[in-house]
């Protein structure tokens, strides 16, 4: 069974930093892409970053280029994504995925977790 758990949520003040983690089980991690996906409240799902199956390539939307980076520890199965520079509109419960292929490009994820809620306020 495919088990993904996020953790490293909290409460942060505009401008300061998270790091997140997803520990992955009961496939083989580092066979395929991973993902974040985040949503902020009362809005939709909004896809974040992915990375490839080696970490060699990443991917993000426009408007969390510089200030996320996404990466991955095959030798722990687990993923993570650093926040720096964060904003209130960043305020979301923040999800990992796991895509369908080994590349990232799919934009197909066929397992999540359960999410861990960031929220950022002064």
């Known amino acids: 069974e495919v088990q993904l758990v996020e953790s490293g949520g909290g409460l942060v003040q505009p401008g300061g930093s998270l790091r997140l983690s997803c520990a992955a089980s009961?496939?083989?991690?580092?066979?395929?892409?991973m993902s974040w996906v985040r949503q902020a409240p009362g809005k939709g799902l909004e896809w974040v970053s992915a990375?490839?199956?080696?970490?060699?390539?990443?991917y993000y939307t426009e408007s969390m280029k510089g200030r996320f980076t996404i990466s991955r520890d095959n030798a722990k199965n687990t993923l993570y994504l650093q926040m720096n520079s964060l904003k209130s509109e960043d305020t979301a419960v923040y999800y990992c995925?796991?895509?369908?292929?080994?590349?990232?490009?799919?934009?197909?994820?066929?397992?999540w977790g359960q999410g861990t809620l960031v929220t950022v306020s002064s």
């Open positions: 995925a796991k895509d369908v292929n080994y590349d990232g490009t799919s934009g197909a994820l066929d397992a």
């Open positions: 009961g496939f083989t991690f580092d066979d395929y892409a």
């Open positions: 990375i490839n199956w080696n970490g060699d390539n990443t």
